[in-house]
């Protein structure tokens, strides 16, 4: 039969193992749950960029409108028609197209950098996960059996 010691030293070997358990699973969670917020924040991040994407190209594509309303009614209005006409309306067109590309190709370049960001967040919260100190199940019987021999009766 094991004398007191040794039960007292195995229940601490146990106790201590546990610890170790739940210490882990505590800064688990903790790492997922600011892995879920941090990506929130990112999608809110994302979707506000987008709106204010499609609101620039918005008001982009009205301003050509009006530009070439207004090119229109200037060259209605002095009798001026063809190759000229045509040149500055087109020119006019191509700048709005271009400014809508960069618009969108800015919107595709935060949408990526939000993406490498959202890796990193879980390369993070993957790191804190495995960093965790976890009870070994082997290390934990070893330790139950040292401390067993430590306190096991002399000659028994």
Do not use: W
Not at 31 to 39: E, G, H, K, V
Not at 41 to 60: I, K
Not at 89 to 110: F, G, P, S
């Amino acid at each position: 039969m094991c004398d007191v010691a040794t039960v007292v030293a195995i229940g601490s070997t146990v106790s201590g193992a546990v610890g170790q358990y739940q210490t882990s699973l505590r800064t688990s969670r903790a790492a997922l749950n600011a892995q879920r917020d941090a990506n929130a924040g990112l999608e809110a991040q994302q979707h506000q960029a987008d709106q204010q994407a499609t609101e620039q190209m918005v008001e982009r594509s009205r301003r050509a409108v009006a530009e070439i309303g207004q090119m229109n009614a200037i060259f209605a209005d002095t009798g001026v028609s063809g190759n000229t006409h045509d040149r500055l309306v087109n020119e006019a067109q191509a700048n709005a197209d271009a400014d809508l590309t960069t618009i969108e190709r800015n919107r595709q370049n935060r949408a990526t950098q939000n993406d490498f960001e959202g890796a990193a967040i879980q390369a993070q919260a993957q790191a804190r996960i495995n960093s965790a100190p976890r009870p070994s199940i082997i290390g934990t019987g070893l330790q139950i059996a040292s401390d067993y021999y430590k306190n096991k009766p002399k000659g028994g």
